[in-house]
């Protein structure tokens, strides 16, 4: 599909019938709605979908139990493993889910594996809601074109692009439907209650589109979208959904901070900081999923704060946070989120006790490194598992060094050179001769 015909597409998808195309390049599933009196709300709402010859829509109507749709039940267990046996079932690549509250239908997107760890990309959360009017999908022709272009948007930001269709179009359709979004002059037919939703969902729109090329610009536009969410938070149906948008503000920080290029690094890391903080108060320990990745990105945050400050408590927070996000990120749940936890641990754990002349914080570290060579065994990952044995042996070289004690000199030697075998086995040379290099500095210490 060439890229020039992106805009074209989306308008065709707004203003023209369903029609037969070959060029859909997003697989998205609706699955049946929990619905009052069944109404078929989520039947009619795909073949809403359907009109977008970007999307091949899927209708899933297996009858099963949907109380996990109610945020308050907080069964997110069921939730996401339910969610990720569909999106497998169906090969595709987002749900929707629809559940009515009060009138009104919530909008919840799934997309595979969504908390792991390190996603390298933007989160969405199953608790990120767009509320809709239930008259939207039970009356003919009343849906808005501005909503649906929301919805268009998010579908489209959310999906981790696979195929090389996707990779490339994704970037121009985002801008395209954000273009038409700025330019929409059509009659705007939805209550206030629906606009914190809205504006949260523009803000993700926005923030996914410019998030590798962030300008001064786009931060203030962004940010003023999730503010304006959060001015009206009293309007929202849950805590869950302002926690959200706190959320979703602390990743455009983030996103700003990590553009090295930006003036004002040290200040966007401070308020992504601030805004998880936020996020934490409301996506708490009821909400597992989000709170353990929430975790995972503070830990990180704040141990950058501690290295660009000297401040101590970062990095004790920083420690904290990932023993949090450790008891989520479980070993028999998230096996490869796990072992990066535990990589960190030993990290952090090393710097901790390093700075506390602490044998005991140094030894914790040594087991998180440990940890990690449970999933990096050393039969089927040989230069990851060398690589924890030196991050090991560096622990004993510094505990040596630290004690004037030549026994933990003897064990960092020992874990060197089980290191060392394995890089003489597969003749990487580069390792080798660091190794080497390595081991030198330790023998002025025991021989």
Request: hydrophobic content about 40%.
């Amino acid at each position: 599909m060439p890229l020039n015909a992106c805009l074209e597409n989306i308008r065709r998808f707004l203003f023209a019938p369903a029609e037969n195309t070959t060029e859909s390049i997003f697989r998205v599933t609706v699955v049946a709605f929990e619905d009052k009196c069944n109404m078929n709300c989520g039947r009619r709402f795909a073949e809403i979908l359907k009109h977008n010859p970007l999307f091949e829509v899927n209708f899933f109507d297996e009858a099963f139990p949907k109380g996990f749709l109610n945020l308050q039940g907080r069964n997110f267990f069921d939730f996401i493993d339910r969610g990720n046996k569909i999106l497998s079932s169906t090969h595709s690549d987002i749900l929707v889910w629809g559940y009515e509250e009060n009138g009104k239908i919530r909008l919840n997107f799934q997309i595979a594996d969504p908390y792991v760890v390190p996603n390298g990309d933007l989160t969405y959360s199953l608790l990120d809601s767009l509320f809709i009017p239930l008259s939207y999908l039970t009356t003919a022709g009343s849906f808005s074109e501005s909503v649906l272009l929301v919805i268009c948007g998010i579908i489209i930001a959310a999906i981790r692009p696979i195929t090389g269709d996707q990779i490339r179009s994704k970037p121009q359709l985002l801008k395209s439907i954000i273009e038409l979004l700025a330019t929409d002059t059509s009659p705007k037919d939805i209550s206030r209650e629906f606009m914190p939703y809205i504006m949260n969902m523009l803000g993700k729109i926005y923030l996914s589109n410019a998030q590798n090329n962030l300008t001064e610009n786009d931060i203030e536009i962004i940010r003023s979208l999730f503010e304006t969410a959060l001015k009206d938070r009293q309007l929202m149906t849950h805590p869950v959904c302002y926690g959200g948008v706190y959320h979703n503000m602390a990743q455009l920080f983030e996103c700003a901070y990590n553009a090295k290029t930006e003036t004002n690094r040290t200040e966007y890391l401070k308020m992504a900081i601030a805004c998880y903080q936020e996020a934490h108060k409301y996506l708490n320990k009821n909400y597992p999923y989000d709170f353990g990745l929430i975790s995972y990105h503070l830990a990180i945050l704040y141990f950058d704060f501690w290295k660009q400050t000297n401040d101590l408590q970062a990095l004790r927070d920083a420690v904290f946070q990932l023993r949090e996000a450790e008891k989520v990120y479980t070993e028999t749940q998230f096996p490869k989120s796990w072992c990066v936890v535990e990589g960190l641990l030993g990290y952090y754990l090393t710097s901790l006790g390093m700075t506390a002349k602490s044998n005991d914080i140094m030894q914790l570290a040594i087991n998180g490194f440990r940890n990690q060579q449970r999933i990096f065994e050393q039969r089927v990952y040989p230069m990851e598992w060398a690589g924890i044995q030196e991050e090991i042996g560096h622990i004993y070289y510094l505990l040596g060094k630290q004690n004037e004690d030549e026994n933990f000199m003897i064990e960092a030697r020992n874990y060197f050179n089980s290191a060392l075998e394995v890089y003489n086995q597969l003749k990487a040379k580069t390792a080798k001769t660091e190794t080497e290099r390595r081991l030198a500095k330790i023998r002025n210490y025991i021989d």
